[in-house]
């Protein structure tokens, strides 16, 4: 239950991390840069709870409920592969900062930490080609993270309920909200 | 040394038998919720020079979790119980009281 309360959070506060950074540009008027402009390094954190192991989750095939028990374990690696993409996100934009600084002709920075520029020839290309690059995993990111923490929060209450009723009265009270036991 | 009586088992187990779990009687919020809600469970806790709840597990006895009331600065205990609850129970909270009138901690006094 721990380790899975720790899948959501990890997922829900990186989804929160990222959305923040877009009322914040639209608050600072740089509404109208590129996402991976507004989007500026994640601030993700590098914990990585234990694998869920089989034989916390052994119970539920007793109960019944297999396919939960794939439900558990699949959301972990899917919430561990969008902090991945956070990180190489934070990679991949940290090198194409690095290239505008070195090319630009009349790069600016919009508030200290969102960056805006023009290049021209080669230059042109291969930052076009990194903005691409990098908008492409962003979306991906988001998208992942929107479908993941809903997967998440449905899972570990599915979890939550099998495992008070297959262990009855022995398992820890946890107050969730959206519980209406508490 | 740090001993706690683990509800679970009766035994009286000492630091080493017992992994910390933090705050107890968090109420944890997912997606829906409002960001100081979220933000509020996720990273605030109380740290409190004195009474203070906390989650701990039996990790190396019956392996079960329970919860502790206990005195951050003396170290007292003033009970423990069981996780299956959703506030300190009655004689834990007048074992408080005597020792510390009008204390508070979160929602409980």
């Known amino acids: 239950m721990h380790k899975l309360q720790s899948v959501l959070e990890t997922s829900e506060n990186l989804r929160r991390a990222i959305n923040r950074q ?5 608050e600072e008027g740089a509404g109208d840069l590129e996402p991976w402009a507004k989007v500026v390094e994640i601030v993700a954190d590098d914990y990585k709870e234990e694998a869920i192991s089989v034989s916390e989750t052994a119970f539920l095939i007793d109960a019944k409920r297999a396919e939960l028990m794939n439900d558990v374990h699949l959301i972990q690696r899917r919430v561990w592969h969008l ?11 940290a090198e194409l900062v ?7 002709q009349d ?3 919009e508030d200290g930490l969102r960056v805006s520029g023009s290049f021209s020839g080669k230059a042109a290309f291969v930052a076009d080609m990194r903005q691409k690059q990098l908008q492409n995993l ?3 990111l988001m998208d992942g993270l929107e479908t993941d923490t809903e997967e998440a929060w449905r899972v570990l209450l599915a979890f939550k309920q099998t495992a008070e009723e297959y262990f009855e009265g022995m398992f820890p009270v946890f107050k969730l909200e959206r519980d ?3 | 040394m740090l001993t706690l009586l683990c509800p679970c088992c009766g035994v009286q187990a000492d630091e080493t038998e017992l992994a910390p779990g933090g705050e107890a009687h968090l109420k944890r919020y997912g997606p829906g919720s409002t960001d100081d809600d979220f933000e509020g469970y996720l990273f605030m806790r109380e740290n409190p020079r004195g009474v203070h709840f906390e989650r701990w597990r039996h990790a190396n006895g019956c392996g079960k979790w329970f919860l502790a009331a206990r005195d951050t600065v003396t170290l007292e205990v003033y009970g423990t119980y069981s996780a299956q609850t959703t506030e300190p129970p009655e004689h834990i909270k007048e074992a408080i009281t005597a020792k510390h009138p009008g204390w508070s901690w979160r929602e409980f006094a």
Request: proline fraction near 3%; aromatic fraction near 10%.
């Open chain 1, 22 to 26: 877009f009322v914040a540009a639209n």
């Open chain 1, 83 to 93: 902090l991945a993409a956070s990180k190489k996100y934070n990679a991949l934009r």
């Open chain 1, 98 to 104: 690095k290239f505008m600084e070195e090319h630009h």
């Open chain 1, 107 to 109: 790069g600016q920075p």
């Open chain 1, 138 to 140: 962003l979306g991906q």
């Open chain 1, 180 to 182: 209406e036991k508490c």
